[in-house]
């Protein structure tokens, strides 16, 4: 296709300083006969985020971006909130945090990942003798933990839409200090126990773990081979996206490889963490969300923050005076969007309609999601993961729009910049427009330059259709 196409190189659809490196072979493309289903923007869901007073974040900033899922369990509030390991009233204060982020969630009909690890106590934070679930061979702590759990879930009216992951990246030492043995014993039990307390009213999902799911991860092996022979298969298959390299399209046929291999079903799939911090800004949450919708997988914003500024700015999409500094305040207002915050509200409000397929360019460095609006425009949203170069964008089967197979097309460019003092602090109140440009086509396709300038800004390019 693109061929017969090289000698027309056009001018780029942005009208920045030229490209630092040229990358002219690689190209990310748009499908736009491949209609893959309605946008249910699954990319916006958050990791803690959310601060324990009811209401202090306004509510246009949750509806604006389509927030939708929330991950919470009260990890890093202090004593008197430690969680069970250290007490019941120390339990009894975890749990309060957690109820009043189940109740914003579902205030904005999001879903409610359960963190039972982080109201256990084994939040990160927790003292080398901290306890497990089951150590030398006893689990009555856990059982007694778990009947407590369940009786506020229900005394709270906590089980809708209430999902229980079934422990945080039990493959990491972080959150595990113990074998992979008494992790699944700890899997088998607690899965039956939920199971015969809720049915399936509550959802469980895991393993959450910190490695992707590739044909080479031993770790992941015994645990499918565990969770097939117990039965115990999650309702969610979720894993964690935050090492700064991989891929879903790699994780994905790593999990397709562990469902064959076992006989384990398909079900939905929840990265219920993504993206490291220097790829939470536009250009790598466009990355991101154009990965997540190819495959389907919800996915929830990891939280690099911690102590109270975890359980505040949305997971990195808000800020507020005093943010960052030694003069935070918990409880404080204020609250003003960043850049990134921009990449979500137009991936949410503007890139409506229907969705069509997109491959990442070859290095995997440019990735792109599209939709083609009922309101006549079609939308194209790309990111580079956090590196400068020149890519290209490739837009197929224009026909399919009912655009003519040659001609010429007004190609719109909207950019989405951090603020240059402060990339995850500063205020950004919206996109720039960067004007439009003509591009001459032939083939039903039209393939344009993106030059990446800097590491931190998205694009979106949008024509009438
Ligand atoms: C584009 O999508 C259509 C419809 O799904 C498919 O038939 C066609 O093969 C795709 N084109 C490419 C180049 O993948
Ligand atoms: C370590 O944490 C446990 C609770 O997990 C607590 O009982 C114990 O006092 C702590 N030890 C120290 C030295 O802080
Ligand atoms: C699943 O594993 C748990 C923990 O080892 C065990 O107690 C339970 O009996 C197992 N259930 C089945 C159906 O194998
Ligand atoms: C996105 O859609 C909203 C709501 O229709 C509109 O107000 C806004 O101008 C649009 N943004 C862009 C960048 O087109
Ligand atoms: C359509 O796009 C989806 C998502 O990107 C992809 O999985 C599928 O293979 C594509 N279909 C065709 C026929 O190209």
Known sequence: MRSSFIAQLFIAATTLASPAQKRDTVTAQVNFSNNTGSPQHLASGLLYGIPNTLNQIPSEFYNDIGYNYERAGGAQIPSPGLGWIWGVAEYENRFASVLSNYQTAREYGANFILLIHDLWGADGTQNSSAP????????????????????????????????????????????????????????????????????????????????????????????????????????????????????????????????????????????????????????????????????????????????????????????????DTSSYSATATGYFPNGDYQTYKYYYQNMTGYRVGTLPSSDLKLDAYATVGDDGYARVLVGVRITEGTWELQLNDLSSLDLPTSGTLDIKTWGFPVNADDTHYGEVDGPTNLGVVAHTYSDNTVTFPVYQTDTTTAYAFEFAI
């Open 132 to 323: 497990y679930p089951g150590d030398d061979g006893d689990w009555s702590s856990w059982d007694e933990y778990l009947s407590y759990l369940f009786t506020d879930l229900k005394d709270n009216d906590m089980t809708t839409s209430l999902i229980v992951d079934l422990w945080n990246e039990p493959d990491g030492a972080g959150f595990w200090g113990r074998s992979q043995s008494q992790y699944l014993e700890m899997w088998g039990r607690t899965y039956y126990k939920f199971r015969d307390e809720f049915s399936t009213d509550v959802l469980l999902s895991g393993p959450a773990s910190a490695g992707e799911p590739l044909a080479s991860n031993t770790w992941w092996e015994a645990w499918a081979s565990f969770v097939a022979a117990n039965d115990s298969i999650p309702d969610q298959y979720a894993w964690h996206m935050e090492s700064g390299t991989g891929d879903l399209l790699s994780s994905h046929a790593g999990l397709l490889y562990w469902q064959s291999t076992y006989g384990l079903p398909s079900k939905p799939i929840n990265i219920n963490e993504y993206a490291v911090f220097d790829e939470q800004v536009p250009a790598g949450s466009a990355w991101w969300i154009s990965q997540l919708e190819r495959i389907d997988a919800h996915g929830l914003r990891g939280n690099w923050l911690s102590g109270y500024e975890l359980h505040d700015f949305m997971a990195s999409l808000l800020s507020k005076p005093g943010a």
